[in-house]
T-cell receptor, first 113, second 112 residues
Framework: DAKTTQPNSMESNEEEPVHLPCNHS???????IHWYRQLPSQGPEYVIH???SNVNNRMASLAIAEDRKSSTLILHRATLRDAAVYYC??????????????FGKGTLLTVNP | ETGVTQTPRHLVMGMTNKKSLKCEQH?????MYWYKQSAKKPLELMFV???????ENNSVPSRFSPECPNSSHLFLHLHTLQPEDSALYLC???????????FGEGSWLTVV
């Protein structure tokens, strides 16, 4: 499986923007870049995904490098509720129309009040 | 509320017991997954069911036995587990060619 590399941890202050980086130098042309996050004592939740173009939704923005070998998840104004482990994952096909997500260790984001 | 419900939320079982974890999704999806999350380790994909057929089994020991009777329900049958099997077991669902996976809140399993 194509792998991703993320910093183990990052810190931010409340109300400030946060840029969470991810490297995926072995990405293939059909791999989507997905971001999930896991709040304490909960299952992971979807944040955003993209293929080539930058994407925005109500939770975050995803900036994808032109060569697709890296991406950045942007939280525009961090809140205490954004403290979580953020996973950058490549969605890869494994047979027919089936896809799977392989999680790494992610980045633990701490938000300071 | 993600539309994926797991029961029980917490389970303590002895090594000789037989128990089952249940997952139900109310999202109309046709693919379901079991993941395992041990302390300080990444989530590990255990099984994938797509259109009610098992399409992925990631070298999981036979003491874990999945069952998918229909597209809305997924079970994980447990027997003769070891203490190292204690973990958070997460169920998820998606459309089989879809882009988003929805997770349940997980079942915390302790094997004593």
């Amino acid at each position: 499986d194509a792998k991703t590399t993320q910093p183990n941890s990052m810190e931010s202050n409340e109300e400030e923007p946060v840029h969470l980086p991810c490297n995926h130098s072995t990405i293939s042309g059909t791999d989507y870049i997905h971001w999930y996050r896991q709040l304490p004592s909960q299952g992971p939740e979807y944040v955003i995904h993209g293929l080539t173009s930058n994407v925005n939704n109500r939770m975050a923005s995803l900036a994808i490098a032109e060569d697709r070998k890296s991406s950045t998840l942007i939280l525009h104004r961090a809140t205490l509720r954004d403290a979580a482990v953020y996973y950058c994952i490549l969605r890869v096909g494994f047979g027919g129309s089936n896809y799977k997500l392989t999680f790494g260790k992610g980045t633990l984001l701490t938000v300071n009040p | 509320e993600t539309g994926v419900t797991q029961t029980p939320r917490h389970l303590v079982m002895g090594m000789t017991n037989k128990k089952s974890l249940k997952c139900e999704q109310h999202l109309g999806h046709n693919a379901m997954y079991w993941y395992k999350q041990s302390a300080k380790k990444p989530l590990e994909l255990m099984f994938v069911y797509s259109l009610e057929e098992r399409v992925e089994n990631n070298s999981v020991p036979s003491r874990f036995s999945p069952e998918c009777p229909n597209s809305s329900h997924l079970f994980l049958h447990l027997h003769t587990l070891q203490p190292e099997d204690s973990a958070l077991y997460l169920c998820a669902s998606s459309q089989h060619s879809g882009n988003t996976i929805y997770f349940g809140e997980g079942s915390w399993l302790t094997v004593v």
